[in-house]
């Protein structure tokens, strides 16, 4: 994982985290075809070293109905982390996944920290580029759920996080 120093800040500030009991400090959503294999895999493992309780979903997602124990664990944990990655809107279960996480934010005073890997944050909170090709799939079939993703990303977009720099 690139050191902290190679990372910069943008949007606005996140809730502060309500304490209350967790299983987990840490839920990690992510989209496992981008970066399951490089970036996730060492930040899993920096976080595990520093003994931060981390929960990442390591089945392969099939299907359309997001897992009722990935809800229960973003409910259990602290916070989340979430790396946005060009493919990540191509998955539903990530979009499932995230308006859960913004939803504990609001409820449960959950902090998420959005990382933004190789993805324009406005892109993220415009739906623009490949998150808006994502929903130009979407349109036909998952017209009841739009609504919901679309917020979720750019609440989500519109918190302090991280943006690592190339090179």
């Known amino acids: 994982m690139a ?3 190679s990372f910069r800040a943008s949007s606005s500030s996140s809730t502060p985290s309500i304490p209350r009991t967790s299983t987990y400090d840490v839920f990690l959503s992510f989209r ?17 070293r520093r003994g931060i309780r981390t929960f990442r979903d390591d089945k392969l997602r099939r299907g359309e109905v997001i897992a009722p124990e990935l809800l229960k664990a973003i409910e259990e944990s602290r916070s989340s982390v979430i790396v946005f990655s060009e ?5 539903r279960w990530c979009l499932d996944e995230l308006v859960k ?7 449960l ?15 993220v ?10 929903f130009a799939r979407y349109e036909e079939n998952w017209k009841d759920k739009i609504p ?14 991280w943006h690592p720099l190339d090179g």
């Open 3 to 5: 050191s902290t120093s």
């Open 32 to 48: 496992g075809e981008d970066t399951r294999y490089n970036f996730t895999d060492h930040l899993y493992s920096a976080l595990g």
């Open 87 to 91: 493919n990540y809107a191509r998955s």
């Open 101 to 107: 996480i913004m939803e504990c934010q609001k409820d």
């Open 109 to 123: 005073g959950h902090a998420v920290f959005p990382i933004f890997y190789h993805v324009d944050p406005s892109h």
């Open 125 to 134: 909170r415009k739906q623009e580029g490949s998150f808006g090709e994502a």
């Open 148 to 161: 919901r993703w679309r917020r979720a990303l750019t609440e989500a977009a519109n918190l302090s996080g």
